[in-house]
């Protein structure tokens, strides 16, 4: 059943999909705090650790994706 909808494909995009999402937004906010802009109504503030262990964990999710859909 799988096969016939191309479930597998679907997944393994999508999660490529979330990390690349993951590592991009935290990438541009990472930049921002950097240029000394952040967001506009931003209430809180820039926590280093957290973006780069996002970033890390997009890096991961993009690789196992990518190695997935090639192999």
């Not at 993951?22 to 802009?37: C, D, F, M, Y």
Request: aromatic share 6%; proline share 6%; no cysteine.
């Amino acid at each position: 059943m799988a096969e016939i909808l191309g479930l597998d494909i679907l997944v393994t995009q999508m999660i490529l999909a979330i990390g690349l999402a993951l590592l991009a937004g935290n990438a541009w906010a990472t930049l921002r705090h950097l240029k000394g802009r952040p967001p506009p109504g931003q209430r809180g503030g820039f926590r280093p650790k957290r973006a780069a262990f996002m970033m890390a964990a997009g890096i991961l999710m993009v690789t196992w994706s990518l190695v997935s859909m090639l192999s």
